[in-house]
């Protein structure tokens, strides 16, 4: 079932069109990595799709309906959004942020449900937040808040979770521990993802599917297997890189190859 579809979209900002025509579907329960060089279009695409950048032309449908014609509040209760990075100027406590992502369910002036603490608690236990529920959001460190908005979107109870970089400020530990956490609401809840991810070898290892960009159009989807070559990724990436299968997943693991050593592999 196809929960997501761009049909020939282009978006900027301004004037200024940084996608163009770009065509791509999403089935459901599918973990889509966005990949592609800086300034490829990746977050303008993920934006684009979260409702919080308006499309020059073309169309975004979620379930088969524009999302032109979705309210906020509508669109908030299918789609959480996690942007690259976050502000929070108060120092919220974990609950208190956890609460906040249940407004798209709350009637206008009314006190959070048994409902609402019920789903709060148990997406906690589940991202291992329980002790830190009472803690500031400034008492943690940058693996925990990440943890905690991860948390948030997934107290919206949405159908499709939308990542810019989620993994940017994390050490390789934080990572893995992120994705596999992630990983494993998806199988348990049929949730779909769709992330902006900069470490190919990542994106290789936990989606289904990748959508590589070049210059805001779309320039290959399809399996990692199908992306990652290596003649497509010196085109795009304008470097040498090396693509050979990891060693446990057999899933593509691309290497970088410095130009001192360019006349010394052969592919």
Known sequence: MVIL???????????????????????????????????????????????????????????????????????????????????????????????????????????????????????????????????????????????????????QEPEIIMLDEPTAHLDIGFQFSFLDLLKTYQKNSSLSILAVLHDLNLAAQYCNKLILLDKGCVSISGTPHEVLNYQILEKVYQTNVLVYPHPISGKPYVFGVPEEWKNLTEK
Do not use: W
């Open 5 to 155: 579809e761009f049909k020939n979209v282009c978006a900027g900002y301004g004037t200024y069109e940084i996608l163009h025509n770009v065509d791509f579907c999403m089935n459901k329960g599918d973990f889509v990595g966005i990949i592609g060089p800086n300034g490829s279009g990746k977050s303008t695409l993920l934006k684009a799709a979260a409702k919080i950048l308006k499309v020059v032309s073309g169309r975004i449908l979620l379930k088969d309906i524009d999302i032109n014609k979705i309210s906020l509040q509508k669109f908030a209760r299918t789609v959480a959004f996690l942007p690259s990075d976050i502000e929070i100027t108060y120092p919220y406590t974990v609950k208190e942020l956890l609460l906040v992502a249940r407004y798209p369910f709350a009637p206008t002036f009314s006190n959070p449900s048994k409902k609402d603490f019920e789903i709060i608690t148990s997406v906690a236990k589940q991202m291992d937040l329980i002790p830190f529920m009472e803690r500031t959001i400034f008492q943690m460190s940058e693996g925990e808040k990440q943890r905690v908005m991860l948390a948030q979107c997934l107290v």
